[in-house]
DNA sequence: ATTATGACCTGGT
DNA sequence: CACCAGGCCATAA
């Protein structure tokens, strides 16, 4: 399996900062593919196929939902997590999400 | 090839 | 942000 999207994906998350959170939209659009936003999921759910650690649970939807808790080992696993970074979790959204949001291109940033 | 589904997004209400 | 309708794209059957 050659470096493809999927790669990038996870090369993106494994840079977001700890106790900050990013959407697969915003990736999407980070790797040039904003339609293809729900591809970001799918290449997520396969994290578990790869080597590295994935900090998965950091990405949540557009309003902070984390959408992807049943993709976990246990539903508990993702806002356990992000509840040890200092992210609190309110009815399985991202409380102060607008505030914890981390955009992929602040790492663009970094080069100017 | 066609239909259905999904860790989504946008826009309108 | 709550709810609804339409759209995008990869995977599975």
Redesign the pocket.
């Known amino acids: 399996m050659e470096p493809d999207?999927?790669d990038k994906v996870f090369e993106v998350v494994k840079q977001i900062p700890f106790g900050r959170v990013t959407?697969?939209?915003?990736?999407?659009?980070f790797l040039g593919?904003?339609?293809?936003?729900?591809?970001?999921?799918?290449?997520?759910?396969?994290?578990?196929l790869r080597g590295d650690y994935?900090p998965?649970?950091r990405?949540?939807?557009?309003?902070?939902?984390?959408?992807?808790?049943?993709?976990?080992s246990s539903e508990r696993v993702?806002e356990e997590l992000l509840e040890s970074e200092g992210v609190r979790i309110e009815?399985d959204?991202?409380k102060g999400?607008?505030t914890l949001f981390w955009d992929p291109q602040e790492l663009l940033k970094e080069f100017e």
């Open positions: 999207f999927n959407t697969y939209g915003a990736i999407a659009r593919v904003s339609k293809s936003s729900r591809m970001v999921g799918w290449a997520l759910n396969k994290c578990s994935i998965a649970h990405v949540v939807n557009r309003v902070g939902l984390l959408t992807g808790k049943a993709a976990f993702m009815n959204k991202v999400f607008d």
